[in-house]
């Protein structure tokens, strides 16, 4: 309607959003740990392993109440993930505790060693001759799991923060 | 607002470690607003931007359009404090049907008692008492570099044609607050009741 007063409106919104940007960096800045942790992801790239994704995770694609026929539960201490590629699917059965997480789950098509990854390091389980594995005290945070198969073959999951 | 990331993406795709430094420091700043915005705590927040940089890393070879970087950021860590916000309303049910608190959580982004002038900490008082939507588009808004409004757009799952005019309502809004709690935090606009 009135562009002048809409183009002075738009200075002192700048200026407004300019101090309130200040304003953040003065009291919310980014933490120097996160800036550190993001860089050094970049060393965590594998570039010999196939990635199986995340197609399916409890925590989301469930709703408010978790109906699954008669085994229906409201326990949301108990979270399914299902990651995939081509060769293999892994299912996972995460358990909450204070802090920590245990892990149950199962490689359909291979069986050999699983490593679990956190930003602290890395855990091996064998996967036995059904597919499964088990994991427990896994620290709460992000993890991925990277499975190599008897065969040689490896397949790394996406990053989940369990 | 930086360059097209696409240059540094394909360098950092070829294993230069210098680039992706480089992709981390022009966007960390917009991440962590985002999960501010969505009132994520420090450790859930770091969490929330923490994924989204691995997931960038595990797919650093298969990014179609790399002009898309900022949007696909803005959009990962998004779903990711959403998925977060989601389990901790089924644990603790005391979030509204945004999926967003109906109160201030325990650990509010911004601690007033860091600013030292009065009327920056009237302003951060104004910005808490803003209704929801507006306070994340605003603290979104607030990261630095500036985001550009696509960026905004896909941090929030908003058109990007609603950023502008929402943000002005926004910033009015913000002003009639903040002029209420006494805090003169610029000049009025024009024709908004002089004299």
């Not at chain 1, 392993?49 to 995340?54: D, K, M």
């Not at chain 1, 978790?66 to 081509?86: C, H, I, Y």
């Not at chain 1, 992000?142 to 499975?147: G, N």
């Not at chain 2, 360059?3 to 992709?23: C, K, T, V």
């Amino acid at each position: 309607m009135n562009e002048a007063r809409d183009e002075i409106a738009e200075v002192h919104d700048e200026a407004l959003l300019e101090r309130l940007r200040a304003l953040a960096a003065q009291a919310d800045p980014v933490p120097d740990l996160v800036l550190e942790s993001a860089k050094a992801a970049f060393l965590m790239r594998r570039l010999d392993a196939e990635l199986a994704e995340l197609v399916l995770d409890s925590a989301v694609d469930a709703g408010p109440v978790l109906v699954r026929g008669a085994t229906s539960t409201d326990d949301d201490s108990v979270r399914m993930l299902s990651f995939e590629t081509g060769a293999l699917s892994i299912e996972v059965q995460v358990t909450r505790a204070d802090g920590s997480r245990s892990l149950v789950g199962m490689v359909s098509g291979a069986s050999g060693t699983l490593d679990v990854e956190t930003a602290d390091g890395r855990r091996t389980v064998p996967i036995d001759s059904l597919g499964r594995f088990a994991v427990a005290d896994v620290p709460a945070g992000t993890v991925r799991l990277h499975v190599v198969a008897e065969d040689g073959t490896a397949v790394t999951t996406s990053w989940v923060s369990l | 607002m930086g360059e097209d990331p696409s240059a540094l993406l394909a360098a950092a795709a070829a294993g230069d470690g210098a680039a992706w430094n480089a992709i981390v420091e022009q966007y960390t700043g917009l991440l962590w607003s985002i999960a501010r915005g969505y009132r994520m705590g420090t450790a859930d927040s770091a969490d929330a931007v923490q994924t989204t940089w691995l997931r960038l890393v595990e797919n650093l070879d298969r990014i179609d359009d790399p002009s898309r970087l900022p949007g696909w950021l803005a959009t990962t860590v998004r779903r990711e404090c959403l998925r977060m916000l989601r389990r901790s309303k089924r644990e603790q049910p005391s979030f509204d049907d945004d999926g967003l608190p109906e109160l201030p959580d325990d650990s509010e982004p911004l601690d007033a008692a860091l600013l030292v002038e009065e009327r920056d900490a009237a302003l951060w008082r104004a910005l808490q008492q803003m209704p929801e939507r507006c306070r994340l588009l605003i603290r979104v808004l607030m990261a630095t570099p500036p985001p550009s409004y696509a960026e905004v757009a896909a941090a929030l799952d908003m058109p990007i044609g609603s950023i502008g005019p929402t943000r002005q309502r926004c910033l009015d809004r913000l002003r009639r607050i903040a002029e209420a709690d006494g805090a003169l935090i610029d000049p009025a606009p024009p024709g908004g009741g002089g004299k």
